[in-house]
């Protein structure tokens, strides 16, 4: 692997861990402030809007300004989204704060995924991509628990976000990062129409890994756990993720991507029906968020491998931005449809809301043919 691109890559996560620190942390402030349930996840999902509004763009960026250059970018944004987080006491400042975290994903993430995905060898995508997707989980994992450790000073956490994610960039600065593929003559719509059952399981993987996250800390708050319990819930939730993602990488390398899919899908649905039960024993909310993560956090990268495997390298650019929008999409959902369900009932709500969007993921793994 070019040398840059593993710096990139580490890049990136550094700045994955700031985030999953920030996220719950960010929950927890905006409702000691006073903010109902609704209007945090309406705050939560703009991060998401974001990446929604700017990653479009992101491949004529890096065509007119360079790969590099890009990211570079991309990470002041996230800076300056973090430092915004550290002094936002109003609703419109965790807004604009938020929405510049989300322009900093959509400069760094899509572009980390497209380089990765057109590197890997032909037959070790799904590795590769699981490797790159382990890091993620346990950045997500290990940023929670940090900010549980220190939720008393949350200021001090998210400068320190802004910290971490300035002083990662440092070391690409003069590196040179791989050519990306130039596109083919077919039409993106094209391409996209026939990713469209990839796109819906990148969707779904971000509705249920980020609507479950802000889930799993609204349902622990609600439970009257305490803010640094309720904070760590995500952490769990992610090492679920972490724990799964190369696994997967190699088993769908090796047997195809389908009946990994069903497996997740199966978990995700049987975990959700059992929500009720957690009004009986709280701790179970610990096994259902390992298991969230489990099998929600397999969803997107089931999505690039499949990308990565069906996919000619010179479209597989294209392929990669319909992904992340498709996730992107799920993960503004996911957050707003938390809020809602958790505002109807902490428990049933969320087994009603989130348990049937499981099964759709079902009929698309059996339809379509991009998975194998």
């Known amino acids: 692997m070019n040398p840059t691109l593993r710096l990139l890559c580490l890049s990136t996560l550094m700045t994955v861990f700031g985030f999953a620190g920030v996220q719950p942390l960010a929950v927890t402030v905006m409702e000691a402030q006073g903010l109902g349930a609704t209007t945090i996840g309406l705050l939560s999902a703009l991060i998401f809007g974001g990446v929604l509004v700017l990653a479009p763009f992101q491949p004529a960026l890096v065509e007119r300004f360079g790969a590099l250059r890009t990211y570079q970018a991309g990470k002041a944004l996230a800076t300056l989204g973090f430092v915004g987080c550290a002094w936002a006491t109003l609703p419109w400042l965790w807004a604009i704060s938020l929405l510049l975290l989300g322009f900093g994903g959509a400069l760094t993430w899509p572009l980390t995924d497209t380089l ?5 060898p032909t037959g070790k995508k799904g590795a590769w991509l699981g490797l790159f ?24 956490v998210f400068l320190g ?3 971490i994610c300035g002083l990662s960039s440092l070391p690409l600065i003069g590196g040179k990062l791989p050519t990306p593929v130039e596109e083919d003559d077919t039409p993106s719509w094209e391409v996209w129409r026939n990713a469209t059952g990839l796109a819906i399981v990148a969707f779904l993987g971000g509705l249920f890994e980020n609507g479950t996250h802000t ?12 803010g640094a319990a309720s904070v760590a ?45 957690v009004g009986h024993w709280s701790p179970l909310l610990w096994v259902l968020g390992f298991i969230w993560g489990s099998a929600g956090g ?10 990565a495997q069906v ?13 992340v929008l498709g996730y992107t999409v799920g993960s503004a959902i996911g957050p707003v ?6 505002d109807a009932s902490p428990l049933w709500g969320v087994a009603l809301v989130f348990g049937p969007l499981a099964l759709i993921g079902w009929f698309v793994a059996f339809k379509q043919k991009v998975f194998c």
């Open 161 to 163: 976000a802004a910290i």
């Open 116 to 120: 990765i995905a057109t590197e890997a």
């Open 133 to 156: 997707q382990s890091g993620m989980g346990l950045a997500f994992a290990l940023g929670p628990f940090v900010s549980a450790a220190l939720q008393s000073w949350p200021k001090a």
């Open 215 to 226: 889930v799993g800390t609204l349902v622990a708050l609600a439970l009257g756990w305490s």
């Open 311 to 323: 996919f000619p390298e010179r479209q597989i650019a294209s392929v990669t931005t319909l992904m």
């Open 233 to 277: 819930l995500p952490g769990v939730i992610a090492a679920g993720s972490f724990a799964i993602q190369y696994p997967l990488g190699r088993i769908a390398d090796k047997r195809g991507t389908r009946g990994v899919l069903l497996a997740g899908l199966t978990g995700l649905a049987l975990s959700l029906a059992a929500m009720p039960l």
């Open 298 to 307: 397999c969803l997107y990268t089931l999505a690039m491998t499949g990308s």
């Open 337 to 342: 449809l938390g809020g809602v369900a958790v």
